[in-house]
Nanobody
Framework: QVQLVESGGGLVQAGGSLRLSCAAS????????RSWYHQAPGKQREFVAA???????NYANSVKGRFTISRDNAKNTVYLQMTSLKPEDTGVYYCRLMVATNDYWGQGTQVTVSS
């Protein structure tokens, strides 16, 4: 019913920046909650950031002051601007969309931060 496609991952040095994007197919999901999760190698998937349809945001303590989540409802797209990247930020970043009773996940995009 809905597909999420992440992009923007890559290899950067510590202190660098990346901007991730996640586009959702189909209708305009203006009432949805959009969020990002991070899964480090060999670890569980963890919450990173979320944004509601009204623009309210929430961040994991580990990324506060470094990452910014935003959305463009007209484009069904959510972004994660990542700055001051650290080696521990390395891993797969997943996009999530929650609307009504539905929960959708993207395929993930790899971020590697070298020291």
């Amino acid at each position: 019913q809905v597909q999420l496609v992440e992009s923007g991952g890559g290899l950067v040095q510590a202190g660098g920046s990346l901007r991730l994007s996640c586009a959702a197919s189909g209708s305009i999901f203006s009432s949805s909650v959009r969020s990002w999760y991070h899964q480090a190698p060999g670890k569980q998937r963890e919450f990173v950031a979320a944004i509601t349809s009204g623009g309210n945001t929430n961040y994991a303590n580990s990324v506060k002051g470094r990452f910014t989540i935003s959305r463009d409802n007209a484009k069904n797209t959510v972004y994660l601007q990542m700055t001051s990247l650290k080696p521990e930020d390395t891993g797969v970043y997943y996009c999530r969309l929650m609307v009504a009773t539905n929960d959708y996940w993207g395929q993930g995009t790899q971020v590697t931060v070298s020291s």
